[in-house]
């Protein structure tokens, strides 16, 4: 992306859109996102999210919701627990956060598209959530419990209260939500009776009956006890949690409206500074939490220490650095020509988000309940096929993306949501690596 690119931040007037110094319109407008729009950072950084999501997903995927705190009840070799630790360290929650992040960017694009254009953003968005919503509804009910979309709609649905506050209003809210949120993890690990991530009392019976369940059950009991996994992980939508992803929408939107993601050039000082700063410091710190948490063990009487409930309070704002550090990575590699070719299969996977994502639960609670392997799959066998399904997953994107305007969740998505479906097949195949029109 060149540093002539231009696009219409709020507060500043409409202006044009460039992409690699070329005019894409007079005017920002409603409907699907030419290939020119595309903000290729924007597009690899999410695609690297999903990779990091699988990941952090992948010992979900395997074993139950119960054991989610420490897999290595299950798995006691010396390899699952070093690759868990590494998971932890490089990948657990900072590419939720920052997918998190981008779809608050995603709100804050269309909304300046839909205001270049004149047309109603509230109806278009209000809809737009709601089919959102529904996939989200599907997927944790009848694919996996474990599912993001219904949160992101929900909190999608705040964001809209937002669309018109000013930079310094966003501001405010973050800083208030970021207080509140650690108030609340405080008095949550702070006051007795806690609950500890790493499963304290737990009853590994009824683990091991779960396990029985999703390796052997029916479709019918496998359903059912979805269900009740579901049900358990809907805690994920009160506060302190549920404050996080709303507060990462309010960050996105934010961070759009200052003009960075489409001048990155003209802020590489920043991103050096940020880069040499939060990527060494969140290593470090991720580094210390996971010996904390390895050394530092809750009371027989259940209690946490005082350091233990410490490092669970700021737990979040250390996975935030590194993601921080991760970002600005990005953002400085892709100025690089020779680099942003390498990164480039990244945003094939970016570009399809919606149906890679879910393509990532269907392909795995597959493959752990029909094969009988669920629980009996640990983090270091789990991150080779986490590998060998992303790869999979480049694979497709890229034919996809050469073939059709739109994945076909996306294509799904956009038709629900205008009530009129575009036409998804392309007019002709473009060479593999140029721009692909997709939805954002």
């Given amino acids: 992306m060149s540093s002539s690119s231009q696009v219409t931040i709020a507060g500043a007037g409409p202006t044009k859109l460039f992409e690699s110094g070329r005019a894409v319109s007079e005017q920002l407008r409603m409907g699907p996102a030419e290939a020119g729009e595309r903000i290729l950072y924007l597009d690899i950084l999410r695609g690297m999210a999903l990779f990091g999501i699988m990941a952090g997903n992948m010992r979900a995927f395997s074993a139950p919701l119960a054991v989610y705190g420490n897999i290595t009840l299950l798995f006691h070799g010396r390899l699952d627990a070093i690759v868990q630790s590494c998971v932890f360290i490089l990948v657990q929650a900072k590419f939720v956060a920052l997918f998190s ?26 809809r737009r959530l709601l089919v959102l919503a529904l996939f989200g509804l599907i997927h944790s009910l009848l694919i996996w419990w474990g599912d993001v979309l219904l949160i992101y709609a929900l909190c999608g649905a705040i964001l809209m209260l937002f669309r018109k506050s000013s930079q310094r209003t966003l501001l405010t809210w973050i800083c208030c939500l970021t207080a509140l949120s650690f108030v609340l993890y405080g008095r949550m690990f702070f006051s007795p009776p806690p609950a500890h991530p790493s499963g304290g009392g737990l009853d590994m019976a009824q683990v091991q009956q779960s396990i029985a369940i999703f390796s052997h059950g029916s479709m019918a009991a496998i359903l059912k006890e979805n269900w009740s996994e579901w ?16 507060t990462l929408f309010l960050s996105g939107l934010f961070i759009w409206r200052t003009g960075i993601i489409i001048r990155l050039s003209n802020f590489k000082p920043l991103l050096k500074r940020v880069c040499m700063i939060c990527l060494p410091l969140g290593i470090l710190l991720n580094v210390l939490l996971v010996t904390g948490f390895m050394f530092l063990k809750p009371r027989p009487d259940g209690r946490l220490s005082i350091l233990l409930s410490l490092l669970l309070t700021l737990m979040w704002l250390v996975f935030l650095i590194l993601s921080a550090g991760y970002a600005s990575a990005v953002a400085l590699l892709v100025q690089n020509e020779r680099w942003k070719q390498r990164l480039l299969p990244f945003a094939f996977v970016g570009r399809l988000a919606l149906t890679n994502y879910v393509m990532q639960s269907v392909v795995c609670t597959t493959f752990f309940y029909a094969t009988g392997l669920y629980g009996h799959v640990g983090p270091a066998m789990g991150l080779i096929l986490t590998i060998v399904v992303y790869a999979l997953q480049i694979a497709f994107s890229a034919w996809w993306l050469a ?38």
């Fill in 101 to 126: 992040l981008l779809f608050g960017i995603g709100f804050a694009i269309q909304m300046t598209r839909a205001e270049a254009r004149g047309i109603s953003f509230t109806s278009f968005y209000s």
């Fill in 403 to 440: 073939r059709f305007r739109f994945g076909p969740l996306e294509w799904l998505w956009r038709g629900l949501t205008y009530r009129q479906f575009p036409a998804l097949r392309k007019h002709s195949i473009p060479p593999l690596g140029l721009p692909a029109q997709a939805e954002r």
């Fill in 231 to 246: 049900k358990a992980s809907l805690a994920g939508l009160l506060p302190p949690y549920g404050l996080y992803p709303l």
